[in-house]
């Protein structure tokens, strides 16, 4: 059924209770519920698991979930007293029942509520679980390329550690650090920087080909009805070129050199209506609710921003690479700890040999400047201003 067996040592029950499966194999019900007991020890912020990986369906982000552990007995007897029927009533229980309870239980729904931050950036699907407080990434060679690079630069404090690529189910996955493994029911922000979020050579293939675009025509009028010319209007479509070039100018990308792609608060529910959002007033606003006023929290971001910035300008691998489509990503909790780190390189792209960025002046086609610093220095002046505010608590 997916789920791994049982460890050794493992006290089985006297009696066990079988009931028809697929392919005519037979799992037993307690075995199910040992196995369970065995992933999930419950804690008040969700659940537990055990160094096993779980099957994963659904949107959110599967990480491998680290929290307090509690008392177990209360579980196994939960789940083991109410199964108590005879054999001869055991034949009309479905297979699919049994599923269901171990798909619907508390425990795994918690589980699957826990990481909804992975569509803040669009990406379900990308992932999977890992043991050992790890996270599998579709796989990606640049990413890869990157990932090996920071490993070994001054910004590794500051990313996700790399443990190496691996396959699973027949695919390749990139093998890091899961980054909320250490807090209890986080709030997530993720901010995509830069002044661009497509690379120099996605927009020259798009104009080579400049093919219109019903889907793109969609989205746009969906933020902006009077967005569209007159002519896009009459063919209901646009160009990918105009389109990625509106889509920038809309946010703070454009005016800031940053963006909020989302927010995931601590009750699992996710916001990702910020593509309006541009104005410095309004990110400030955005970062108030985000942190719900907590000054201790918006200067430990504040501190730790400080720290990526300054390490930035000595590393190696920043000065030599056009970072494009990466992210800051903002974690805090209800214990007041807060962190952020550098995610997503998969557009980031070396440098010709000799050449290197400023990343803090403006864009012309040709350049390859991304803006990154630009971005980050107007982040740390808006939390800076918010974290004078006199009614923070």
């Known amino acids: 059924c997916g789920l791994p067996a049982e460890p050794r040592g493992l006290e089985q029950p006297r009696s066990t209770l ?39 369906t659904g949107g959110a982000f599967p ?17 083991i007293h109410p199964v108590q029927p005879s054999l001869q009533s055991c034949k009309y229980k479905s297979w699919r029942k049994i599923k269901n309870m171990v798909h619907w239980s508390p425990f795994v729904m918690s589980f699957k509520k826990k990481y909804p931050w992975i569509q803040l950036a669009g990406h379900a699907g990308s992932f999977k679980p890992a043991a050992n407080g790890r996270i599998l990434k579709k796989h990606c060679e640049s990413e890869q390329r990157c990932l090996n690079r920071l490993m070994n630069d001054v910004l590794k404090p500051y990313v996700p550690a790399y443990h190496g690529d691996v396959v699973k189910d027949g695919e390749r996955y990139n093998q890091m650090e899961d980054l909320l493994a250490e807090f209890d029911s986080p709030c997530v922000m993720d901010c995509k920087m830069g002044v661009r979020t497509y690379l120099e050579e996605e927009l020259i293939k798009a104009r080579k080909k ?50 909020i792609e989302g927010i995931k608060k601590e009750d699992g529910s996710v916001n990702r209506d910020f593509k309006k959002t541009r104005t410095k007033e309004q990110v400030m606003e955005a970062f108030r609710e985000f942190t719900r006023g907590n000054r201790n929290i918006l200067n430990s971001y504040l501190n730790r921003l400080k720290g990526i910035r300054a390490t930035l300008e000595t590393s190696p691998f920043f000065k030599c690479h056009e970072v494009i489509g990466s992210s800051l990503l903002f974690i805090h909790d209800k214990q007041e700890q807060a962190k952020v780190w550098m995610i997503d390189f998969g557009k980031t792209t070396p440098l010709p040999e000799g050449q290197v960025l400023q990343h803090n002046v403006p864009w012309v086609e040709g350049n390859r400047e991304d803006g990154y610093l630009w971005g980050l220095d107007n982040l740390i002046q808006i939390l800076t201003e918010l974290s004078q505010s006199e009614d923070l608590h």
Do not use: C
């Open 63 to 79: 990480r491998t979930i680290q929290g307090k552990t509690h008392r177990k007995e209360p579980l196994r007897e939960a789940f």
């Open 210 to 259: 400049p093919s219109l675009r019903k889907d793109m025509y969609q989205k746009m009028i969906e933020v902006d009805p009077d967005a569209p010319t007159e002519e896009e209007n009459v063919l209901r479509a646009v160009t990918k070129p105009r389109y990625m070039q509106w889509r920038e100018t809309i946010s703070s990308t454009a005016t800031l050199g940053f963006r």
């Open 18 to 56: 079988f009931v028809p499966a697929p392919a005519g194999r037979h799992f037993s019900i307690v075995a199910v519920v040992y196995r369970l007991h065995n992933l999930f020890v419950p804690s008040p912020s969700g659940a537990k698991i055990r160094g096993h990986p779980l099957p994963f």
